[in-house]
């Protein structure tokens, strides 16, 4: 009697925070190949391996950077490729990323992960079904709300059938919810700027899906008693709302009379695409105004919203609203004299402190690194290297026009910073929380000049 064969999967590499970069890497690996094969691209010839490459990685780690144009380039069925690509890699960085934070032990706090439980009915590392039915159930239902608005709106207004209206209102909202930039236009929303019933619910879908499904799972059972609210949940929450209205803010007052962004508009139109610039920075990666044409002050605060990015355990990137809003409390606590790292009624313990000052300062390394790399082998100017090295570490796949002309050695840096800007700061979290040793001495202390 022949027995079932069974995967094994080495020990070394079974590790979650080992296996979480490793299954990312695997799927990009096989988008390649889906999109290299000639029914993916349109017209005659094969995709070209560069093009097939950067498009699975950009997808994989929702991100949405594109060197050809997604629309005229791939064929339906590439874009479909791309639509699926996106959804699996959103839904796994959600649920992979809860399913960590739950293995760490506390990494978003007892509460948080008590509600997550619950939700999810997971009672231990092994029942990760119900997390991701849980997960694609929350996905699927936003989507399929922002798709319904936008396809009506499409075939009301800008298509004549409803195959293209109901395929443009799918793929918008797949891009939306994922926080990925693609688009089937070749100037992504330019064509419906102002629209405030495309723009707004586009710009909703990106700020729920930058949220994290631990929030959205705690605030689905206690929405109505913000003051029972984890941490976690607050600094979430509350930072994701003031990010927006700072962002939008800043995006209206620097750009009111620039004629090739909002000047010349109404009033209306600006306040719809002022909305869009203080939510899009964050990871969202669709446009309806060219980021190549704005004030160098504004693509400098689009670098900042960039870099921080949106909620952990979603579909957003950079260093995460609470890792920011941390060092934040920090540099408070230290400017006070405080000997304590307080956030409302709680104490944040060092452990914590530490990881949030590791990531951020590994994440501006490696921006910096990357920049230098990306300009050395280019003839850009900074400005424009540094908004797509923070857009692609950030995965937000904002670009002022420069992705598609970048140098294949160029293409290879940014792809690599795709991916450690989406896996990267997740497993560098768990593996600080992980590696967590109790010290069985302590050598004396030392006071070096600071400052």
């Known amino acids: 009697m022949l027995r079932p064969l069974r995967l094994k999967i080495p020990a070394s590499i079974s590790h979650p925070v080992r296996l979480l970069p490793l299954t990312f890497l695997a799927l990009i690996v096989v988008g390649t190949l889906l999109l290299l094969l000639p029914v993916a691209r349109e017209g005659t010839g ?9 498009t699975s990685a950009s997808a994989v780690t929702v991100t949405g950077l594109a060197t050809v144009d997604t629309g005229a380039y791939w064929s339906q069925t590439g874009q479909g490729i791309i639509l699926a690509l996106v959804e699996i890699g959103g839904l796994g960085i959600i649920a992979l990323a809860t399913l960590l934070g739950l293995f760490i032990g506390g990494r978003l706090g007892l509460r948080t992960s008590l509600v ?27 989507q399929s709300v922002t798709a319904f608005v936008l396809t009506l709106r499409y075939r009301g207004e800008y298509f004549d059938s409803w195959p293209s209206a109901i395929w443009h209102g799918v793929f918008d909202a797949v891009m939306a919810f994922n926080n990925a930039g693609f688009s089937l236009n070749s100037d992504s929303l330019t064509g419906y700027a102002g629209d405030g019933l495309i723009i707004i619910p586009i710009s909703i879908a990106v700020f729920i899906g930058a949220v994290g499904f631990p929030v959205l ?4 059972q206690g929405w109505r008693n913000p003051a029972r609210w984890t941490i976690h949940t607050r600094l979430t929450v509350w930072g994701s709302f003031g990010l927006l209205f700072f962002g939008a803010a800043a995006f209206l007052l ?12 109404g009033l209306g139109h600006k306040l719809v695409t002022g909305i869009e610039g203080g939510i899009m920075p964050r990871s969202g990666g669709l446009n309806s105004f060219d980021w190549g044409a ?7 605060i689009g670098v900042i919203l960039m870099f921080i990015g949106g909620g952990s355990a979603s579909t957003a990137g950079g260093i995460k609203i609470t890792t920011f809003l941390l060092l934040a409390y920090v540099i408070w606590a230290e400017l006070r004299g405080d000997p304590d790292i307080k956030v409302g009624t709680r104490s944040i313990g060092p452990p914590v402190v530490r990881t949030a000052i590791t990531i951020a300062l590994l994440a501006v390394m490696l921006v910096t690194v990357t920049t230098l790399l990306v300009m050395l082998m280019t003839d850009f100017d900074f400005d424009d290297v540094l908004f797509e090295c923070t857009s692609a570490f950030a995965t937000a796949g904002l670009s002022t026009g420069i992705t598609p002309d970048l140098p294949a050695n160029a293409q290879l840096v940014i792809i690599v910073l795709m991916f450690a800007g989406r896996v990267g700061t997740i497993a560098a979290a ?3 929380v992980l590696r967590r040793r109790i010290s069985r001495y302590h050598l004396p202390e030392e006071q070096p000049i600071i400052g």
Request: hydrophobic content about 55%; overall charge negative.
């Open 46 to 54: 094969s995709p070209s391996f560069m093009a097939a490459f950067f």
């Open 116 to 142: 997550a439980q619950a939700d999810m009915h997971v009672v231990n590392i092994g029942e990760v079904r119900p997390l991701f039915k849980r997960v694609a159930f929350t996905m699927l239902f936003f």
């Open 217 to 220: 799972a705690e605030l689905f």
């Open 254 to 265: 620097l750009e009111w009379s620039n004629p090739a962004t909002l000047g010349g508009q």
């Open 294 to 300: 704005v004030r160098p002050e504004s693509l400098n």
């Open 430 to 432: 768990g593996a600080f």
